[in-house]
Each structure stands twice: as structure tokens, then as C-alpha cells.
């Protein structure tokens, strides 16, 4: 299985609503990101976890807030969001054991978010 | 700065033509890794090649990289329709480093 699964796939919400990202992977990767893309635009690193600790951010606004439960999943709770916060949410893990991105990383299809 | 910066920003293109992209960055590095977006949706590994090596094939498609310039191309041989895509370089130093693509490569082929 060499799969990234992202729910959902779309997601539409209010400026004050609060609701979760969610991605999961089962190939034992002890890495996970969390990217941020704009239309026409790079994916912009957001959050990275090694070994389930927040190891990198972004300087990203605290109305994300990531989490890692366990090694297989990763969660991005949004809460008071802004119109400009809508783009398309990856999710993306790599083996990362001894020699960090030494190997591929592999991504979810990603969920296409729209705040109003 | 690890980012990698990508030229042509667009390239057009008739099937069956090569495509060529190249990225260029300005640290040193342990890997640089290639991948594509199909428009909206997540992106897929293409080759990743280490710094102690030059080239490398995978299928159609063939990576170089020159550390001495600082620079990695992407050749798309006998290029398809569903080549379509843009095309990300990520370069990778040493240490604990962060997937950073740069701006990108949109290809356009036409049938």
C-alpha cells in the first residue's frame, strides 16, 4: 500500500465554523507535511512531523493547528479561518528514519478547501 | 535558500516532441528529487538522484545534474498528452531538511 488518503476530498466553510484535515498512510513512514497551494502555485511547506513531534513550522497562523495522533495519521484543525485561506491542502509522508528525504515522499490527492 | 528555481516557467509542445525543464539552486545537496502535478491534484514522485550521481533514467524520462553548477534537467522523450502537467524540482540538502519545491515547469503538449 503506497498510498496517502486525504478527507475529505472538498470542503466548504464559514469564516467561524471549525473543522478538521485528515490524512492517513500505512507504509510506516515516520514523516509527515502538511502543504498549503494556491492556484498556479508551488505547494508552500506548512508543518512537518518526525516520529509524531512537530519538528518544523512554518510560521503558520495558529488558526491551523496540526496534529499528529499516532505514526499513521496526521490531522489539521482549522478554526476561524479567512476567505484567503481557501487552496488545496496536501498531505505528504516519507520514510524518514536514519537520513531524512534520502527517499521519496509521497502525497495525497488533497482537499480543496473554500472558506465564505 | 533550498528552494529550487525552475525554467521555462511554461513550455508548449506537440506530441512526440522531447520536453525539456531545468532547475537550478543554490545550496549543497544531498539528492534532488523531480515530480508532476496533474492540474488540482497531488504530486507524484518522478526520480530522485543523488548528488554523487549524474544521470539517471527512468522510462521517458531522463534526469542530469551538474553540482558544480548547481543545476538538474528534465528531459521528457517522445512526449504525450498526458505528459500535461507541471513539473516540480525539490533539491535536498544534508541534515534534516524540508521538501521545498520551486515555482515550477507547466508543460502544455498538444496532441
Known amino acids: 500500500d503506497t498510498e496517502v488518503t486525504q478527507t475529505p476530498k472538498h470542503l466548504v466553510m464559514g469564516m467561524t465554523n471549525k473543522k478538521s484535515l485528515k490524512c492517513e498512510q500505512h507504509?510506516?513512514?515516520?514523516?509527515m507535511y502538511w502543504y498549503k497551494q494556491k492556484a498556479k502555485k508551488p505547494p508552500e511547506l506548512m508543518f512537518v512531523y518526525s516520529y509524531e513531534k512537530l519538528s518544523i513550522n512554518e510560521s503558520v497562523p495558529s488558526r491551523f493547528s496540526p496534529e499528529c495522533p499516532n505514526s499513521s495519521l496526521l490531522n489539521l484543525h482549522l478554526h476561524a479561518l479567512q476567505p484567503e485561506d481557501s487552496a488545496l491542502y496536501l498531505c505528504?509522508?516519507?520514510?524518514?528514519?536514519?537520513?531524512?528525504?534520502?527517499?521519496?515522499?509521497?502525497f495525497g490527492q488533497g482537499t480543496r478547501l473554500t472558506v465564505v | 535558500s533550498q528552494q529550487g528555481e525552475e525554467d521555462p516557467q511554461a513550455l508548449s509542445i506537440q506530441e512526440g516532441e522531447n520536453a525539456t525543464m531545468n532547475c537550478s539552486y543554490k545550496t549543497s545537496i544531498n539528492n534532488l528529487q523531480w515530480y508532476r502535478q496533474n492540474s488540482g491534484r497531488g504530486l507524484v514522485h518522478l526520480i530522485l538522484i543523488r548528488s554523487n550521481e549524474r544521470e539517471k533514467h527512468s522510462g521517458r524520462l531522463r534526469v542530469t545534474l551538474d553540482t558544480s553548477k548547481k543545476s538538474s534537467s528534465l528531459l521528457i522523450t517522445a512526449s504525450r498528452a498526458a505528459d500535461t502537467a507541471s513539473y516540480f524540482c525539490?533539491?535536498?540538502?544534508?541534515?534534516?531538511?524540508?521538501?521545498?519545491f520551486g515555482t515550477g515547469t507547466r508543460l502544455l503538449v498538444s496532441p
Open positions: 525539490a533539491p535536498v540538502g544534508t541534515g534534516f531538511q524540508k521538501l521545498v
Open positions: 505528504a509522508s516519507s520514510q524518514d528514519e536514519q537520513a531524512p528525504l534520502m527517499t521519496e515522499a509521497f
Open positions: 507504509m510506516g513512514h515516520r514523516a
